[in-house]
């Protein structure tokens, strides 16, 4: 039974208006079918990549797509024009700002500018009403600090939770809901696992982040959006709780989250 949402992709990343990316993208979706998932959200990390997530969500297909806009931290000194322009303009699978957010395990772009750019589309994310997708990567607190002063958006998540049980506390405490990916399988993702099991069911997603971070027994390999389930399956046996009830949960979440249409 089909009801998984992957609630976070960068399936665009090879998206090109030639005939073979078409079919790729394709045979992703119909991989995604054939795993239970039914419902994709497209993540812009960029100018390029959130134009190309736009363009991904309007091709027909056995699942559903949706997209968001956004310029991660890496690229923070980056022009955030063009995001601001496709967030205005209005288009119908647009649903969402981001990825965006702070992460000071790279620190490709300077704090200074990675602030700059996080409170730009947090602002954005007010002014349209769109759910806030956050990257946050060891830059917690600072987190923290930017929501006093910024807000936090009413429809907001962390994606790719990657902190402790304490992190898990706070950014539930600000009202963020939290995203699990693959790396929830990892043989030393030991203090992630516990604050997924502290997570109340109802403010949880699954993702893949593909085609990144492909859970167990796929690690190494490139990830797609077929292995949510995978992700789901090892969240709902982790917390004790039935995989059915986990795959609703989720999709019913996200479905709120990024105000999808009813099924």
């Known amino acids: 039974m089909s009801n998984w949402t992957d609630a976070h992709c960068h399936i665009q990343d090879s998206f090109l208006t030639d005939e073979k990316v078409a079919l790729n ?17 497209v993540i812009g990390t960029g100018a390029e990549t959130s134009r190309d997530a736009l363009a991904v969500a309007e091709i027909e297909g056995p699942v559903e797509l949706y997209a968001t806009v ?4 890496h690229d923070s000194l980056s022009d955030i024009q063009p995001i601001i322009e496709m967030a205005r303009s209005g288009h119908p699978k647009l649903v ?7 992460d000071y395990f790279y620190e490709h772009s300077p704090r200074s500018e990675q602030f700059k750019s996080f409170a730009t589309q947090i ?6 009403n769109l759910a806030l997708v956050i990257h946050a990567r060891d830059a917690f607190d600072d987190l923290f600090q930017v929501f006093k002063t ?5 429809r907001t998540v962390i994606h790719c939770f990657t902190g402790d049980q304490a992190d898990a506390e706070g950014c539930l405490e600000w009202g963020c809901d939290i995203s699990i990916s693959g790396i929830a399988t990892f043989k030393n993702a030991e203090s992630l696992r516990d604050a997924v099991k502290i997570v109340p069911l109802d403010r949880l997603h699954v993702e893949t982040d593909s085609p990144f971070l492909a859970p167990v027994p796929h690690r190494g390999r490139p990830n797609e959006p077929a292995y949510v389930s995978l992700v789901g399956e090892f969240v ?8 059915s009830v986990v795959r609703d949960a989720t999709a019913a979440n996200s479905a709120r989250l990024f105000k999808l249409p009813a099924k």
């Open 123 to 128: 602002g954005l994310a007010h002014e349209l």
């Open 70 to 73: 956004g310029l991660h931290p």
């Open 96 to 102: 969402g700002i981001g990825e965006c957010g702070l």
């Open 25 to 41: 993208i394709q045979q992703v979706m119909d991989n995604a079918v054939a795993a239970g998932v039914d419902r994709l959200v």
């Open 236 to 243: 709902a046996n982790l917390r004790g709780e039935e995989v």
């Open 150 to 154: 910024e807000g936090v958006p009413p």
